[in-house]
């Protein structure tokens, strides 16, 4: 079975760091786009940014210059380097990538479990 693992959130003072992983495991033959989404309480998923196979990446306005998003192809694993956070960064944070399964036959949308980031003095 397809899963998206997420680790890296936390608690974290304004103008910190955090890194945010997202390690794709089961059996699959390749993932294609990686993408990392948030979402407040009662508000749509937001696309925060996004990495192609080859690398190409997309940001909202709002995190331009402040997040970086990448990804390990070996390791089937994207990251989001998130620097100079504020509290309006506060959100539970998603992975989802496009997956061809090993044992399927096309490629399908998967999400992660979400890990809550936290932006407070």
């Known amino acids: 079975q397809v899963q998206l693992v997420e680790s890296g959130g936390g608690l974290v003072q304004p103008g910190g760091s955090l890194r945010l992983s997202c390690a794709v495991s089961g059996s699959i033959f390749r993932v294609y786009d990686m993408d990392w989404y948030r979402q407040a309480p009662g508000a749509q998923r937001e696309l925060v940014a996004s990495v192609t196979r080859g690398g190409n990446t997309n940001y909202i306005d709002s995190v331009k210059g402040r997040f970086t998003i990448s990804r390990d192809n070996a390791k089937d694993t994207v990251y989001l380097q998130l620097n100079n956070l504020k509290p309006e960064d506060t959100d539970v944070y998603y992975c989802?990538?496009?997956?061809?399964?090993?044992?399927?036959?096309?490629?399908?949308?998967?999400w992660g479990q979400g890990t809550q980031v936290t932006v407070s003095s």
């Open positions: 989802n990538a496009d997956i061809f399964p090993a044992a399927d036959r096309g490629v399908y949308n998967y």
